[in-house]
Antibody, heavy 118, light 107 residues
Framework: QVQLKQSGPGLVQPSQSLSITCTVS????????VHWVRQSPGKGLEWLGVIWSGGSTDYNAAFISRLSISKDNSKSQVFFKMNSLQANDTAIYYC????????????WGQGTLVTVSA | DIQMTQSSSSFSVSLGDRVTITCKAS??????LAWYQQKPGNAPRLLISGATSLETGVPSRFSGSGSGKDYTLSITSLQTEDVATYYCQQYWSTPPTFGGGTKLEIK
């Protein structure tokens, strides 16, 4: 069955970077895009970006200067990196797979609670 | 960016009630509308896509309707397990954007 499993740190110091790996199973990264969404009490659910099956990326303009998404198809892994984190980046970060034929999200990772604090 | 507005952030309901949750887009999204259910500690769960298409495994008491800018999620005969927060999401344009959520609470 389709699964997305996230791994990454829970605590990041201000101005440092966040890296999360999303390891997928049950589908191929060459067939589906993987999106990143975060959720915070202050801003709710925010779409951050996507890496498409062909390897191209789209980013939310609000984060484009400090966000990078890449992948390794052979390892079924997607890599998320956000730079220059501040306290208001504290949130749960999710990877999610888009549904067939749409950018709704049928499958989600378990989420990574990231706290930005010294 | 397209703004998605869920007019009610929360409301109290009784078991067995029919519940209607509304979502309004800042512009026409041509039925590119999804609904999610989220329970505490869990990721959102996709219920409906394309404004009206129920995902596999979602109970038939859930339904979606609407067009243009205005969309509705309905739950007939609310069950205990339906107590959750519900979000709409448009995917007509990039970036996909979400509503602020509607939390259902039991009276």
């Amino acid at each position: 069955q389709v699964q997305l499993k996230q791994s990454g740190p829970g605590l990041v110091q201000p101005s440092q970077s966040l890296s999360i790996t999303c390891t997928v199973s049950g589908f191929s990264l060459t067939s589906y895009g993987v999106h990143w969404v975060r959720q915070s009490p202050g801003k709710g659910l925010e779409w951050l970006g996507v890496i498409w099956s062909g390897g191209s990326t789209d980013y939310n303009a609000a984060f484009i200067s400090r966000l990078s998404i890449s992948k390794d198809n052979s390892k079924s892994q997607v890599f998320f990196k956000m730079n220059s984190l501040q306290a208001n980046d504290t949130a749960i970060y999710y990877c999610a797979r888009n549904s067939v034929g749409s950018s709704s999200f049928a499958y989600w990772g378990q989420g990574t609670l990231v706290t930005v604090s010294a | 960016d397209i703004q998605m507005t869920q007019s009610s952030s929360s409301f109290s309901v009784s078991l067995g009630d029919r519940v209607t949750i509304t979502c309004k887009a800042s512009e026409d999204i041509y039925n590119r509308l999804a609904w999610y259910q989220q329970k505490p500690g869990n990721a959102p769960r996709l219920l409906i896509s394309g404004a009206t298409s129920l995902e596999t495994g979602v109970p038939s008491r859930f339904s979606g309707s609407g067009s243009g800018k205005d969309y509705t999620l309905s739950i007939t005969s609310l069950q205990t397990e339906d107590v959750a927060t519900y979000y709409c999401q448009q995917y007509w344009s990039t970036p996909p954007t979400f509503g602020g959520g509607t939390k259902l609470e039991i009276k």
